[in-house]
């Protein structure tokens, strides 16, 4: 709040002024140059102008923009404020997993299936598939997972230093894998019992039983928009 005060305290001079125009379901941007108090004929307003703003807007605000390279791990991304949304998968691949001790389940490695992620507005919810491709969707067969948004509760993870698409992807992750499980999310997520077949995974070392996954009405291009 102070800042903004600050501003009306300060001398602010007028460079450009935007008028948008609408007909027909359709809108046109014009950006009018201000010299000397008075607005200069209007030209197209620009994608890389407006990208421009937003970038300004976003360091004058403290937030960093998100980019960098796109792993390709990622199905979808939208950065746009409100609606921030990414969806990635990992093929099937070994993680340390952590217990709470009224679980009676000792920490080990174990094979986990091939999961898509979703991150949508700072809510992480996630799903398993078979094979080494995304297709159908199951239900994520761990502790701690809901069936519509996950449990991130003991983990202890630093934030990431720069804003790109592998450092939030990273981010997550490692939440996720350093939390303890402690707690089934509503119900059973697996067709038998999921404490039975956990231990056994580490036991043995032998990858998730995909006969074990349930499958859910979640399709997977729906969580592509």
């Known amino acids: 709040m102070g800042q903004i005060n600050d501003l009306f ?26 010299r000397k108090g008075r607005m200069c004929a ?5 994608e890389k102008k407006i990208a421009d703003i937003m970038d ?5 605000d403290g937030v960093e923009l998100v980019h960098g390279c796109i792993p390709e ?16 998968y990992r ?20 094979w ?16 398993a598939y078979k094979g080494r491709k ?3 969707l199951y239900r994520a067969p761990f502790f701690n997972v809901y069936p519509d948004y996950v449990c991130l509760g003991s ?16 981010y997550y992750e490692e939440l996720f894998w350093n939390s303890a499980f402690s707690h089934l999310g509503g119900d059973n997520p697996v067709k038998g019992n999921l404490s039975v077949i956990t231990k056994n995974c580490i036991k043995t070392g032998c990858r998730f039983p995909e006969e074990e996954l349930v499958p859910v009405k979640v399709k997977l291009e729906n969580l592509l928009t």
Request: hydrophobic share 35%; charged share 25%.
């Open 9 to 34: 305290t300060e001398r602010l001079t007028p460079k450009m002024a935007i008028i948008v125009y609408n007909g027909n379901n359709h809108y046109y941007l014009e950006e009018r140059e201000i």
């Open 42 to 46: 209007g030209v197209p307003l620009t």
């Open 56 to 60: 300004t807007l976003a360091k004058s």
């Open 73 to 88: 791990c990622l199905l979808y991304a939208d950065s746009r404020a409100g609606h921030e949304k990414y969806v990635w």
């Open 91 to 110: 093929k099937p691949q070994k993680h340390r997993l952590y217990f709470s001790k009224n679980l009676g389940i000792e920490d080990g490695e174990m």
């Open 112 to 127: 986990a299936p091939g999961l898509v992620w979703v991150l949508k507005n700072g809510g992480l919810s996630m799903y």
């Open 134 to 136: 995304p297709g159908k």
């Open 155 to 170: 983990a202890k993870t630093e934030s990431p230093k720069e804003m790109t698409y592998e450092a939030i992807i990273a």
